[in-house]
Nanobody, 123 residues
Framework: QLVESGGGAVQSGGSLRLSCTAS????????LTWFRQRPGQEREGVAG???????IYSDSARGRFTISLDHPTNHLYLQMNSLQPEDTAMYYC???????????????????WGQGTQVTVSS
């Protein structure tokens, strides 16, 4: 089970750090990705990290967001800077352990999901 935290309301240009932790398994062995779902839109991948520490970012996130994994505490983070109103969304962390691979930003690739944390950015 994954649990996210750190969401909130900020003004345009502000920053937030999202956190995700798991019970029952260690993050370091799996592919992990942050997704978001904006109102009326499909869930989209934002940033991912694999078991070797390689990272990938969506075009909208690259240069503003940073994904990281703290192994000792088993926490996944998403540092979000220069937030804009279009970043307003529910943010989810997802973990892939086994199963079919549909690409790093396809929700079908991931078995475990958190409940989400809301990020609201005002102009």
């Amino acid at each position: 089970q994954l649990v996210e935290s750190g969401g909130g309301a900020v003004q345009s240009g502000g920053s937030l750090r999202l956190s995700c932790t798991a019970s029952g398994f260690y993050f370091s062995r799996y592919c992990l990705t942050w997704f978001r779902q904006r109102p009326g839109q499909e869930r989209e991948g934002v940033a991912g990290i694999d078991s070797q520490g390689h990272t990938i970012y969506s075009d909208s996130a690259r240069g503003r967001f940073t994904i990281s994994l703290d192994h000792p505490t088993n926490h996944l983070y998403l540092q979000m800077n220069s937030l804009q109103p279009e970043d307003t969304a529910m943010y989810y962390c997802a973990a892939r352990r086994t199963g079919a691979w549909h690409g790093p930003f396809s929700s079908l690739s991931y078995e475990d999901w958190g409940q989400g944390t809301q990020v609201t950015v005002s102009s």
